[in-house]
Structures are given as structure tokens and as C-alpha cells.
């Protein structure tokens, strides 16, 4: 039975005694892996020398395109539509004085007849009661010379003679204007808005036939944040150039305006103030530019509104701007971050002063968490690789 034992448990013992064994010697005999200095690519980078400015801020705003002066027409007869121009339709051009419709004249004409008539019988009278007053006045005379009184020379029977003439007069005018209105014409220059009337449609006084934008000036009202309104040489006479830009028929078109006043007031739902850009003969009906787009009413366009001129201006592209915060690489290539005061920006360039000096180097290339006194390399320059020693040797310093 010991026997039967025995030989049961010595081997397994007899295994875990020399795999301990064999641990002990391979711990001992184990060679030490080999040291060496932990090395860390510099990155490369490339560089910007900046350059102080002096130059105009521009101002970027919207707004749409307006006319100037528009107006309802309106009829000031009545009357039966008897012709309508062909002019006379939405989108139609005309002029100052072109024939847009006509309301039938023959009730006018007839007016006019009798206004005509009327003065006529008027004028006669008249003159008849200048002949009597002649005799009465040769009559009076002949009995004792002395002073006539009016009645006895007629003098009021002529002033009312001589008011009437006056009556009918002014009543031929008015049957004149009655009849000239019923031709109705284009005050300015335009083009139709709309058309409200048809041919044989009776219209009454103040009937609205359709609408006329007038196309000699064209408005755009452009919104400003207060702090935008410290760029401009004035706020009160704000005389200034402005740029529009639009996107037509898939490519950029521009418009120089001018800045013609400020409305003066901020609006209660943006806090925004609002200047007003007028361009001049948009539609291009006296200048014919060529390769120039009109300026169509209703365009959605974008403004550069040309600011006073500021000294030590930096320009920067936004994208080098992160936070308040440029990346500069020093004469010894090492990184500063700087924060940097922004006067202005736009879509493109971010306006910096008193806070980078010509000659500043400014990082261009994008790294992941810079930190100062980190070492880079300058693209073009030779290029180096430094232990984590000489790194921290070159922060302290």
C-alpha cells in the first residue's frame, strides 16, 4: 500500500521541484536589455512673417435691392377700359410719358364741349355788360357831369359778369384734365410691377390699375452691429463706397454704390442700425456697360461697405486664429502662444492690432496641442532629432 503511494504522489512533486529549479537559473542567468535614449521627432513647420498695416476696414453686411421711388397707379375718372399698351405688363420697360391705357373719352370730350360752350356765353355777357356800363356811364355824364354812383354805371353787374367768366374757366380747365386723364401715362422711368385692370373692365376714381418701379435708382438698406458703426469715417453722413456682389447664372457680379445716409435709429427686434446704399441707373438703361448684369429689384446681395483707415493692422487668415489665439515660432524655433486682440473679421481674414509686430513669425502649420517652448523645425531648414535630455535642458532654459 506505501508502495502504491509512493509512486503516486513523488513524480508530480518531483516536477514542480525542477520547474522551480529551472526558473531560478534562467531569473539568474537573464541578460539586462539594452538602454538606450528614448529619441523624439521635432515636427516641421511652416512659417509666415508678418507685416503691419495701414488700411481701410471693410464692413460686410446684406439686404435686398429696392427701388427708389415706386407708385400705385391709380384712375382719377371712371370710365370703361377702352385700350391697354402692350408695354403694360408685368415686366414691361417703359418711359416717362409712354401710353399705358386709355379710359373711353367720349363722356369728357362731351364735357369739355360744353365747358367750352359755357365760357363762350360767359365771355359774351361779359362784354355785353362792358357795352352797357359804357352808355350808362355817356348817359350819366349828360345830366350834370357829377360823380355816378356804381349801381347807375352797372359796375355790379360787370364784376358778376367778369366772376362768371372766371367760373367757366376754371370749369373748361377741369373737363381738360378730365379728358387728358384718361390717357393714363408712365410718370418716370420703370418697369411694371403689376398689372391690376383688362381691356373693357369699368373702373371708378382711385381704382388701382397696377404698380411702376422706378428704375433710375435702386436702394439697399444694410444692417450694422453698433461696434461695426466705430469703423465708419462718419456715422451721422456716412459718404462712403460700397461693393455688392451677387451670384448670377453661376458666376460673382459686382456693383459699386455709395452709402447715402443712415436711418438713425437701431431696430428694436435686431438691435441693428441700418445704412442705405443707392445704385445708380441699375437696370442700365442710359449706360450700357459691357459684360455688366442689371441690378434687378429683389436680388439678395452681399455688401463690403469701405471703413476709416486704421494704423498697425496684422491680416490674418481666420484659419490661423483659434480662440483669440495665434501660434508664433520664435528666432530660437521654439513655440509661443500668443493671444492676440481682433479688431475685425470677415469671411475670410482676421484684422489683428497691438498685439503681433512686423517681422513675427506665425506658424502655418496645424499642431495638435502646441505648447510654449516646444522645439519644431523650420521647413527648408535642416531638420533634427533631440533626446528627451536635451528637451527638457532647452524647456528650462
Given amino acids: 500500500m506505501l508502495t502504491i503511494i509512493i509512486r503516486r504522489v513523488c ?7 525542477a520547474c522551480v529549479i529551472a526558473a531560478k537559473i534562467l531569473i539568474n542567468t537573464k541578460e539586462a536589455p539594452e538602454q538606450k535614449d528614448d529619441k523624439t521627432p521635432v515636427p516641421i513647420v511652416e512659417v509666415m512673417e508678418v507685416e503691419q498695416q495701414t488700411r481701410s476696414i471693410n464692413l460686410s453686411s446684406y439686404g435686398v435691392v429696392s427701388p427708389k421711388y415706386k407708385t400705385q397707379l391709380v384712375t382719377e375718372v371712371q370710365g370703361r377700359m377702352l385700350k391697354i399698351s402692350n408695354k ?77 367768366v372766371k367760373f367757366q374757366q ?9 379728358l387728358e386723364r384718361t390717357i393714363i401715362r408712365a410718370p418716370f422711368d420703370g418697369i411694371i410691377k403689376a398689372r391690376n385692370i383688362d381691356l373693357g373692365q369699368y373702373v371708378t ?49 459686382t456693383w459699386a454704390g455709395k452709402i447715402i445716409r443712415s436711418e438713425g435709429v437701431i431696430d428694436t427686434n435686431n438691435r441693428m442700425v441700418y445704412l442705405v446704399a443707392e445704385v445708380k441707373d441699375p437696370y442700365l438703361r442710359r449706360n450700357k456697360i459691357a459684360g455688366q448684369w442689371p441690378l434687378k429689384y429683389g436680388s439678395f446681395v452681399t455688401a463690403s461697405i469701405k471703413g476709416r483707415t486704421v494704423d498697425g493692422i496684422v491680416t490674418l487668415p481666420r484659419h490661423l486664429v483659434r480662440h483669440g489665439k495665434v501660434t508664433l515660432i520664435t528666432d530660437q524655433n521654439s513655440v509661443e502662444v500668443r493671444e492676440v486682440n481682433i479688431v475685425r473679421t470677415d469671411v475670410d481674414n482676421v484684422y ?28 527648408g531648414e535642416g531638420s533634427r532629432i533631440i533626446n528627451q535630455e536635451q528637451l527638457a535642458d532647452e524647456g528650462e532654459r
Avoid at 120 to 149: C, M
Wanted: include cysteine; charge should be negative.
Fill in 11 to 17: 513524480p508530480p512533486i518531483f516536477i514542480i521541484v
Fill in 88 to 164: 403694360f405688363v408685368a415686366g414691361g420697360v417703359v418711359k416717362k410719358g409712354d401710353e399705358l391705357a386709355v379710359i373711353e373719352p367720349s363722356d369728357y370730350e362731351a364735357d369739355l364741349m360744353q365747358a367750352q360752350a359755357a365760357l363762350a356765353k360767359a365771355q359774351a355777357s361779359l362784354e355785353e355788360e362792358q357795352a352797357k356800363g359804357e352808355v350808362a356811364k355817356n348817359d350819366w355824364q349828360g345830366y350834370d357831369g357829377g360823380i355816378a354812383p356804381e349801381l347807375g354805371l352797372r359796375l355790379p353787374q360787370l364784376k358778376q359778369e367778369q366772376a362768371n
Fill in 170 to 178: 376754371a370749369a373748361l380747365a377741369r373737363a381738360e384734365r378730365n
Fill in 205 to 253: 376714381l382711385g381704382t388701382n390699375l397696377g404698380e411702376l418701379y422706378d428704375t433710375r435708382v435702386a436702394e439697399i438698406r444694410l444692417p450694422l452691429s453698433n461696434s461695426d458703426l466705430a469703423y465708419l469715417g462718419s456715422i451721422d453722413n456716412p459718404d462712403t463706397e460700397v461693393i455688392l456682389s451677387a451670384e448670377l447664372a453661376g458666376r460673382a457680379v
Fill in 352 to 379: 489683428i492690432q497691438g498685439s503681433l509686430a512686423s517681422g513675427d513669425r506665425i506658424c502655418m502649420t496645424n499642431l495638435n496641442h502646441p505648447e510654449n517652448g516646444q522645439l519644431v523645425n523650420i521647413l
